[in-house]
């Protein structure tokens, strides 16, 4: 018998070349547009959790240094002077000499044109560097271990959303620094509250000031932080939880005298004080509206610093205001549009001021602010 032979025709789709499937262009396309507006959806979010923790950090660190000040206070009996800087009028050397609250070993005549900042370390938990101070040398002759302590960052006086993150401040060397020894310091996002409009060269009625140094913080500050203060609670009759002592600052970007680009802000070390003359983000702030690329600080052919110190006020890059800390400790956020009269009565010590509705949008009675300062009694 004959077999038969049977051929099968071979199974193509079975031997290696089966259909293949995957995205398309168009739905790749369509996937990625996805993810696009996931993130669009979810980068804000983020953004803002960040800048809520930083803004958490910053209001933290208000709260450390408004502590170190009332610890100061219970140590000496007054918060520190705002700064003590050198100053005259027609009859000569103003008169305030401090007469207490002076660290251990310092002459009590000199005049070293440091500030509260430097006073306050030892409450900060920043001894070493307090010590390495020599508060009998006035600043512009600053011993060599002054000019090293002031070149140190003290963490707590920077906020997280300062741009100038090195914190240098040019003063009197060069772009890098390399100053022998290195004559520029290291910033604060801290101000003290001197006035509530002019924290430097205030003339009250009957008083001659110094014509021909603007740059001379005022020792008529209305405040509580200004030049020879020695502002004891007891003269803070508005209320010490009615009552700023230092509010937040930020660097901007200045000229210096050989027109290279340089960063300007207040150094902890010395008369880091200032008014709300120009209210929080005022026009002349960098985070409120002034653009520092196209119109640095430079003086105006004067002093850079002079300028900074004198216009841009009290700012900060959280969105919408800044941080102030009140003479009791504590520390509310301030809103940009807060009434300028509120501020002033908050930055007044005794000017019978009242704020009724809440302290950043309440409603103020009294003198609002006006009116020439007067040192506390001694």
Known sequence: MKRSLMFFPQNRNRRGQQTLTGFTLVELLVVIAIIGVLVALLLPAVQAAREAARRSTCQSNFKQVGVALQNYHSAFGAFPDGTRYTTTDTAGVYNFKPTKNIPSGANANSYPGMGWGAYILPYMEQQQIFSMIDFN???????????????MIVPTFICPSERNQEAWIDCCTDKDHSGVPTWDWRMTNMAGVADSRKAYSRKPAGRDDDANHPFVPTPYGKGILFNFSAVEARHVTDGLSNTFIVGEMVSAEGIDAAGQKVWV?????????????QGVNGPQSVPGGRDDQLDPFDGDGGNRHDEFHRE??????????????FADGSVQFFGEDTDALVLWAHATRADDDIVSGGSASGVVTGNDGVGGGTPPPR
Not at 137 to 144: K, T
Not at 265 to 277: C, E, K, S
Not at 312 to 325: K, L, N, Q, T, V
């Open 265 to 277: 802000a207040h150094g902890w070390i010395t008369r880091n004080v200032a008014d709300l003359g």
């Open 137 to 151: 040398h006035a600043q512009g002759n600053f011993a060599p271990r002054s000019w090293e302590a002031a070149g």
């Open 312 to 325: 841009h006020g009290f700012a900060s890059w959280h969105p919408g205001g800044a941080h102030m800390a």
